[in-house]
T-cell receptor, first 109, second 115 residues
Framework: EDQVTQSPEALRLQEGESSSLNCSYT??????LFWYRQDPGKGPEFLFT???AGEEKEKERLKATLTKKESFLHITAPKPEDSATYLC??????????FGSGTRLSIRP | GAVVSQHPSRVICKSGTSVKIECRSL??????MFWYRQFPKQSLMLMAT?????????EQGVEKDKFLINHASLTLSTLTVTSAHPEDSSFYIC???????????FGSGTQLSVL
């Protein structure tokens, strides 16, 4: 069964303290791995799509990487405005998008 | 970037009434749109895939007669929760791909509260 698991569920960091969020996936025929940011009471905001192992993409303080089993979202020197829930989702060969349960990131000033 | 507009953002209704939620792609056409449901601190659960000009495809366990989907044009899909009950209270989100599925944009969501 296709599955996407994110860890940790919640992460509290001090401003400037870098860390990584994990997304492990078991998907038949991965066509793409997405990362989204979701603020409370709002829809997810697209961040990245990764297509193959070894691929990396960056946007401001965020960098996403992909292996054959997992993806990482690295956040460098985070600021309070980076606080949000980060969702990853896998797009399978069956044209299904499977979401993880998210990591709630909180950055303290 | 592409914008998907969803209305209303919040609705409170009495049990037994029907509620319609609209999802519009503002600057691109979408032959397919997706409807999700999200409970607090949980992930998005796909309810159905809306197809322009044809019937929607529902996920297992989602009642077709309860959640009516109409994709009347290339920019508009609607979800109607019929005879809503308190257990239908949830956050509903639509999404539409711009071009291929890899660029999937989401609406801002609708918080439905059924009293």
């Amino acid at each position: 069964e296709d599955q996407v698991t994110q860890s940790p569920e919640a992460l509290r960091l001090q401003e400037g303290e870098s860390s990584s969020l994990n997304c492990s996936y078991t998907v038949s025929g991965l066509r793409g791995l997405f990362w989204y940011r979701q603020d409370p009471g709002k829809g997810p905001e697209f961040l990245f799509t990764l297509y193959s192992a070894g691929e990396e993409k960056e946007k401001e303080r965020l960098k996403a990487t992909l292996t054959k089993k997992e993806s990482f979202l690295h956040i460098t020197a985070p600021k309070p405005e980076d606080s949000a829930t980060y969702l990853c989702a896998a797009y399978s060969s069956a044209s299904k998008i499977i979401f993880g349960s998210g990591t709630r990131l909180s950055i303290r000033p | 970037g592409a914008v998907v507009s969803q209305h209303p953002s919040r609705v409170i209704c009495k049990s037994g009434t029907s509620v319609k939620i609209e999802c519009r792609s503002l600057d691109f056409q979408a032959t397919t749109m997706f409807w999700y449901r999200q409970f607090p601190k949980q992930s998005l659960m796909l309810m159905a895939t809306s197809n322009e000009g044809s019937k929607a495809t529902y996920e297992q366990g989602v009642e077709k007669d309860k959640f009516l989907i109409n994709h009347a044009s290339l920019t508009l899909s609607t979800l109607t929760v019929t005879s809503a009950h308190p257990e239908d209270s949830s956050f509903y989100i639509c999404s539409a791909p711009q071009g291929d599925i890899e660029k999937l944009f989401f609406g801002s969501g609708t918080q439905l509260s059924v009293l």
